[in-house]
Nanobody, 116 residues
């Protein structure tokens, strides 16, 4: 089992910034990738950004150039720096871990609200 603890969500005005953190503990070996997803009311959960164990990153088109994902392997923590936030970024953000053998784990979610 992998436990994920997220932090850093909150309320911010459009154009502002937030940084999300997700600390992993437990069976943290053989992690293939870590990432962030989000789910807005009435919408499906979508990938925001991911980073592999080798450092390769992937971003949703809607956040490219504004969000940056990074990973501190020593702390087993993944970060999401969110700049130039827009009201449409409002959602619950979930941390995700994908292990090499395919099992996946989710954090409890953290609310991000961007006011116009």
């Amino acid at each position: 089992q992998v436990q994920l603890v997220e932090s850093g969500g909150g309320l911010v005005q459009a154009g502002g910034s937030l940084r999300l953190s997700c600390a992993a503990s437990g069976s943290i070996f053989s992690i293939n990738a870590m990432g962030w997803y989000r789910q807005a009311p009435g919408k499906q959960r979508e990938l925001v950004a991911s980073i592999t164990s080798g450092g390769r990153t992937n971003y949703a088109d809607s956040v490219k150039g504004r969000f940056t994902i990074s990973r501190d392997s020593a702390k087993n923590t993944v970060y999401l720096q969110m700049n130039s936030l827009k009201p449409e970024d409002t959602a619950v953000y979930y941390c995700n871990v994908l292990k090499v053998l395919g099992s996946t784990y989710w954090g409890q979610g953290t609310q991000v609200t961007v006011s116009s």
